[in-house]
């Protein structure tokens, strides 16, 4: 045992102290620890037994610097001897009460509680030699619980400082507030059966540094519920967390401050489940947050010169069942190679797709097959750069079976140079599963459509399968990012020789085209497909205009999204897209640019290019002058008036989406006048989501975690914890999204907003050495992340573009199964 800073004499006694901790059974297994034994005196220690002969003691200390005795102490003291009467019998335990620290320098007496709680008015409550004691009983396996004050003890000890995990700062509010805690840990028995959103009275205490990273966060207060003063946190304030600590396990809550806590029926839940672990009753997982039981690796080097022998331009990634990571790259060289933009040459754009196999195995990378795309045509000014090529992939259901690879891309071969138009397609092929190398004659055509390539943008790509069998297709809007200001992309003048590429309502706003849209269909295995019921449309309908439908369509209303997700546990659709460009809100044309995210859970109208966010709209231009403005878009009655539309003229309404951001924040939302406009003040603004940032956006969505889909014997997978939680990120790293967040099931198909989310930067690091330029992002069979780092150029690969893997290495939950007091009745 190593005790740090101690005198000679003062290690010896601890170590005697620690040896008499383990002998009385602290560290025993369930016979030990049910060995009776005679109480010893203890004038201020009060004692109730429980029914049922409980073999488990909590030892609660309430000394005070201050010498008095708080109604709170009471409070505590009581409540936690009814938790310990209560409940099933292999679930209760002795308490016992002492303001007396010298309980601290007997170990034999010690030893024999499963857990300490300290419910203490803070202050220099041990001396050097108790504080010795309680160090050594931590490190011969003991629990702690610290309750509010408790956080205040020892303030000149670094090691209780780490016991508690924080200290309160001077300027915390002292009143009692209202405030909602947001419960972010689903499983630990502290948080079991709380409610996500946890409204409560307390007396709210802000931290002189963040533990969070260093601990694992149970719950965090939402300061925008209350008036955290000057010493505030910001969004992400921790309020009760956990860690194993010195050998031993420690947890903390920062509620219990007021008389009336413990009386409530959530609160003494909450302490229940706090001592349930502490006590070694329950085993519970305190590791899941912690920033240094994660380690990112990057798992392929550079290219050789003038080769894309390791990774082309990274556009995305799927996993197989045995662990191999399948990555494509877009269509962009590397940057020796010559990029054609004269319409004139016939290799105009002409470019590599290529898709790559790591093989976790062997660690070795395949380059299993390269596609002729159209997508290697620079950067630069919207007439100039684009952004087709190969734009998506994913594997059949029955993979292992079959070896068909679904590509979604732009062949060269089929491009109009006259015209500048080409054909977007979905192929399947088949792949050699012992040489890894993509049959290219193998080509099934499923579904194909055409997009303008005269201007640039917004190509999307993502796809996804849901439980089904039903493959989503994500296409972005085809549509120009200029001509509109940054506002809402649909000025329907600008054309190339009849078709428009400045005018989203040809596209995302149009029922009859498969453009800026999430598609589903049934593929079969003759390479043909079906579509399932519940899209938007079945294709059939018309109105007073005789516009019709696509009957592929199942969300229409999408800028760019470029990945998508399904959570086949639930078959809920999670897709992330990219805004326009207008830096701030317009006063005469609407919204600032949102890049959005949206747990969508039935067909529906996502509103680009009439409304964003929370159904907030843009107004409308048309011809002959688009730079005069018209009326507001009706976001529950849209109507595509455009010239250049051929679909449906009324729209279906639009729904409200989850996550929006823009540069000055998350979730700008405005008051609204009596037609619910909103008023696009920027000094009017509030925000929804302060853990939001913007600036050069780039929307990335990511996966949904399900650790019953990853192998039991893993060695890298994630925790459990992560369950449900979805995962939201940005191209860019400084002050945009890389969060994981918990939604409402019962509010997030109709744009409810999340209850909670956490930061990922320290666990999947952002930085120049790190994953800067966030691409996609997948779970694997073996429950490690998978993450492509596009590199730190645009349209071609460089030696920071790689594949990483994040693996979780921070052990299982505790106490040991051995370990535990008793056994899991």
Not at 285 to 300: F, M, S, V, W
Not at 622 to 633: C, V
């Amino acid at each position: 045992m190593h005790l740090r800073g101690l005198s000679k004499r003062r290690r010896v006694w601890a170590a005697s102290l620690a040896a008499g901790a383990v002998t009385a059974g602290l560290l025993s297994g369930p016979a030990a620890s049910a060995r009776p034994y005679p109480e010893p005196p203890l004038t201020t220690m009060s004692i109730k037994s429980p029914p049922g002969g409980a073999n488990v003691r909590v030892l609660i200390f309430h000394g005070s610097a201050a010498g008095d005795e708080s109604p709170v102490v009471n409070a505590g003291i009581e409540a936690i001897e009814d938790i310990g009467l209560s409940g099933p019998a292999n679930r209760r335990f002795k308490v016992q009460a002492t303001g007396d620290a010298s309980v601290f320098t007997d170990g034999t007496r010690l030893g024999r509680f499963n857990a300490i709680v300290f419910l203490t008015g803070g202050g220099d409550v041990l001396d050097p030699e108790q504080e010795a004691g309680l160090e050594a009983y931590m490190e011969a396996g003991g629990g702690f619980l610290g309750i509010h004050d408790a956080a205040r003890a020892e303030p000149y000890s670094d090691w209780f400082t780490g016991l508690v995990g924080a200290r309160p700062a001077a300027s915390s509010p002292a009143a009692v507030q209202r405030a909602t805690v947001e419960v972010g840990d689903r499983r630990h028995p502290a948080a079991t059966d709380l409610p996500v959103q946890w409204k409560r009275p307390d007396k709210w205490l802000n931290w002189v540094k963040n533990p969070s990273g260093e601990v694992h966060t149970v719950a965090r207060v939402r300061e925008s519920t209350y008036q955290p003063g000057t010493g505030a946190n910001g969004w992400d304030h921790p309020v009760s967390w956990c860690r194993d600590y010195d050998g031993g396990r420690s947890f903390y809550t920062g509620m219990g401050g007021t008389v009336s806590s413990y009386d409530e029926t959530d609160f003494r839940a909450h302490l229940r489940g706090a001592l349930m672990w502490t006590t070694r009753l329950e085993q519970a997982d305190c590791k899941a947050t912690i920033n240094a039981n994660y380690a990112a690796e990057r798992l392929t080097k550079p290219n050789q010169p003038g080769q894309n022998d390791q990774i082309g331009e990274p556009h995305g990634l799927v996993t197989a069942p045995d662990g191999r990571v399948f990555y494509i790259g877009r269509g962009g060289a590397d940057s020796s190679q010559p990029v054609i933009t004269d319409w004139n040459n016939p290799d105009i754009g002409k470019g590599k797709g290529e898709i790559h196999v790591y093989d976790p195995r062997t660690k070795q990378v395949t380059l299993a097959g390269a596609l002729t795309v159209f997508g290697n045509k620079g950067g630069g000014d919207e007439l100039i750069k684009v952004e087709e090529g190969l734009l998506g992939i994913e594997l059949d259901p029955k993979f292992a079976q079959n070896g068909w690879v679904y590509l979604h891309y732009t062949p060269h071969e089929r491009i109009d140079r006259e015209t500048r138009m080409a054909e977007r397609r979905v192929s399947r092929f088949t792949l050699d599963q012992a040489t890894n190398k993509l049959d290219l004659a193998s080509e099934k055509v499923l579904l194909k459509w055409p997009v303008q390539i005269h201007s640039c943008c917004h190509a999307g790509g993502g796809m996804a399968w849901d439980s089904k069998g039903n493959l989503y297709i994500a296409t972005g809007d085809n549509n120009s990012s200029g001509f509109s200001g940054g506002y809402s992309g649909n000025n329907p003048e600008p054309n190339y020789k009849g078709v428009s590429f400045a005018d989203a309502r040809r596209t995302a706003g149009n029922t009859n085209n498969l453009n800026g849209k999430i598609l589903r269909i049934h593929p079969e295995p003759d390479g043909t497909y079906t579509l399932p019921e519940g899209n938007l449309f079945t294709g059939k309908e018309t109105d007073e205009g005789g516009g019709k439908t696509r009957g592929e369509i199942y969300v229409m209303g999408v800028r760019n999204p470029a990945r998508i997700f399904v959570d086949k546990s639930t078959d809920v659709l999670y897709a992330g897209w990219v805004g326009p460009d207008a830096s701030g809100p317009s006063t005469t044309w609407g919204p600032a640019k949102y890049d959005t995210f949206a747990a969508i859970t039935k067909a529906g109208n996502r509103g680009w290019p009439y409304c964003m966010g929370n159904k907030q709209p843009y107004r409308d231009r048309n011809l002959p002058d688009p730079s005069k403005p018209l009326g507001w878009y009706d976001c529950d009655h849209p109507k595509n008036e455009s010239p250049n539309n051929d679909g449906l003229v009324n729209l279906p309404p639009v729904t409200g989406n989850n996550i929006w951001y823009s540069p000055s924040g998350g979730a700008p939302d405005y008051p609204r006048d009596a037609n619910g406009v909103p008023s696009y003040k920027p000094e009017e603004a509030t925000y929804k989501l302060p853990w939001l940032k913007g600036g050069g956006q780039a929307a990335m969505n990511g996966p949904v975690y399900r650790s019953g889909a990853v192998a039991a014997d893993s060695t890298v997978k994630w925790p459990a914890y992560w369950d449900g939680k979805w995962f939201v990120g940005d191209f860019y790293d400084a002050d945009q999204p890389r969060h994981a967040v918990l939604m409402d099931p019962k509010t997030q198909g109709d744009g409810g907003l999340p209850v909670h989310a956490e930061s990922l930067k320290k666990i999947v690091p952002i930085g120049n050495d790190g994953i800067k330029n966030l691409m996609d992002w997948k779970f694997g069979p073996d429950g490690a992340l998978y993450v492509l780092d596009y590199g730190r150029g645009f349209f071609t690969s460089d030696s920071k573009s790689a594949l990483w893997r994040v693996v979780y290495k921070g052990g299982g939950p505790t106490p040991a199964a051995g370990q535990l007091a008793r056994g899991t009745e």
